[in-house]
């Protein structure tokens, strides 16, 4: 199947730091993405969705100043948390879908952030 | 709106006897359907998908699930567990017909003992 790539698997930085989490479509195009985000043993939140060349459509809740979302090309998408806070440490997970719609979804293998 | 319900957030079992995560869906239309499994600290593999094509829907590793309408349920089973099938296992619905977000279930956590 199709491959998505997140990068970095691990990152820890301080408080006040921001910090760029990558997803990139390796075989495919991926003219939308979307960011997820788990909390210890628990489900999967929407974040936001990416557009390609537009702005991302976040969801309710979620601070769009403090999670920046940039989809430059087809194949990649970036997550940059800003002036990142204790609380932000979590499991980020980024998909892709292929097209047509409502086919699988390709995940990648999720950037796990501490924040200290 | 599009939800998943599962049913239990545990289940443990004995290696070589079946496996049911139970996951119910609330949807304005005909939904689509995943079950996707996660290993510790990894991503999400898509174990098997409803597309309004079969009911019963056969995946990867031995399992299946079946789209019940009538009971809004799309529970997943496999008839005998191995060790490697312990792991965190989600019921996902798509949002709506014509765009690709996912709705998670809350996750069931698969014990499984020797």
């Known amino acids: 199947g199709a491959v998505v790539s997140q990068h970095p698997s691990r990152v820890i930085c301080k408080s006040g730091t921001s910090v760029k989490i990558e997803c990139r479509s390796l075989d495919f195009q991926a003219t939308t993405m979307f960011w997820y985000r788990q909390f210890p043993k628990k489900s999967l939140m929407l974040m936001a969705t990416s557009n390609e060349g537009s702005k991302a459509t976040y969801e309710q809740g979620v601070e769009k100043d403090k999670f920046l979302i940039n989809h430059a090309s087809l194949t990649l998408s970036t997550l940059t948390v800003t002036s990142a806070h204790p609380e932000d440490s979590s499991f980020y997970i980024c998909s892709a879908q292929t097209r047509p719609r409502n086919t699988e979804a390709f995940f990648g293998q999720g950037t796990r952030l501490t924040v200290v | 709106a599009q939800s998943v319900t599962q049913l239990d957030s545990h289940v443990s079992v004995s290696e070589g006897t079946p496996v049911l995560l139970r996951c119910n869906y609330s949807s304005s239309y005909s939904p689509s359907l995943f079950w996707y499994v996660q290993h510790p600290n990894k991503g999400l593999q898509l174990l098997l998908k409803?597309?309004?094509?079969?009911?019963l829907v056969k995946g990867i590793n031995g399992f299946e699930a079946e789209f019940k309408k009538s009971e809004t349920s799309f529970h997943l089973t496999k008839p005998s567990a191995h060790m490697s099938d312990a792991a965190e296992y989600f019921c996902?619905?798509?949002?709506?017909?014509?765009?690709?977000?996912?709705?998670f279930g809350t996750g069931t956590r698969l014990q499984v003992f020797p």
């Open positions: 996902v619905v798509s949002v709506s017909y014509n765009t690709d977000k996912l709705i």
């Open positions: 409803y597309t309004s094509a079969a009911t």
